[in-house]
């Protein structure tokens, strides 16, 4: 029986659709059974001094990170409470066991998960602990890793060492980006005013970009850690 299930693996609630999903859509029209996976709930560092501000914000990006996961198609989103920013803080096996575990509930074929260079501290030590978490195992294990890029974290990294993102694997999502615009719009609260990095219309323009390059109308672009072909 072929495996058709993906796991996205992603730091911060909007992470998941930023970096992918177009391309989830797609995926999700396919037939394929996904489940999201978001480590932290992403609003703690920024609204520190109150805390009745923070949770009535927090319930309201939870509601938002549902429906822009349902406007792609995903239902099956699990979050976890890990403090935002500060994942350098927890040991990066803590955050190994809790993906491993997660991966050998779900058993995915497919993981998209954050680029482990990009300049946001938790993007990297949750890219770093899906490839422990990941790592070839024979039969059982997950075949492929990708890496998606996040505008205002991938592009903001210095171009030094070689390290940057070089994406390799390209998604035709002309017939999806428009499931992303809708799931980003959820996402308002987080996004920012155009010509931001991160606002809406550079996250598309970015999809167009990379889609005219490769001759389409719009594509996400995504760099393979690895595949196994089995
Ligand atoms: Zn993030």
Do not use: W
């Not at 406007?71 to 803080?89: C, E, T």
């Not at 323009?205 to 196994?228: D, H, T």
């Amino acid at each position: 029986m072929i495996n058709k299930k993906i796991m996205v693996i992603a730091a911060h609630p909007d992470d998941e659709i930023l970096g992918c999903g177009g391309t989830i859509k797609k995926f999700i029209l396919k037939g394929y059974k996904v489940r999201t996976l978001i480590m932290t709930r992403g609003i703690s560092s920024r609204y520190l001094k109150s805390t009745k501000t923070t949770s009535k914000l927090q319930s309201k990006l939870n509601t938002m990170s549902i429906l822009a996961n349902k406007a792609i198609g995903v239902k099956d989103v699990k979050y976890f409470d890990l403090p935002d920013n500060q994942f350098d803080k927890n040991s990066l096996l803590s955050l190994v066991k809790i993906i491993e575990k997660e991966i050998n509930l779900f058993k995915p074929k497919k993981i998209f998960t954050h680029f482990y260079n990009d300049l946001n501290i938790d993007h990297q030590y949750t890219s770093k602990a899906v490839l422990t978490a990941a790592r070839p195992q024979g039969q059982d294990s997950v075949d492929e890793v990708l890496f998606f890029e996040i505008n205002s974290s991938t592009d903001y990294q210095i171009n030094s060492d070689g390290l940057q993102f070089k994406p390799n694997f390209f998604v035709d999502i002309s017939k999806t980006i428009k499931f992303k615009k809708k799931a980003l719009d959820f996402y308002k609260s987080e996004m920012r005013k155009y010509p931001h990095s991160r606002s809406i219309k550079a996250i598309l323009n970015r999809n167009i970009s990379l889609g005219n390059s490769m001759g389409l109308e719009s594509c996400e672009a995504f760099q393979i850690a690895r595949i196994i072909d089995k």
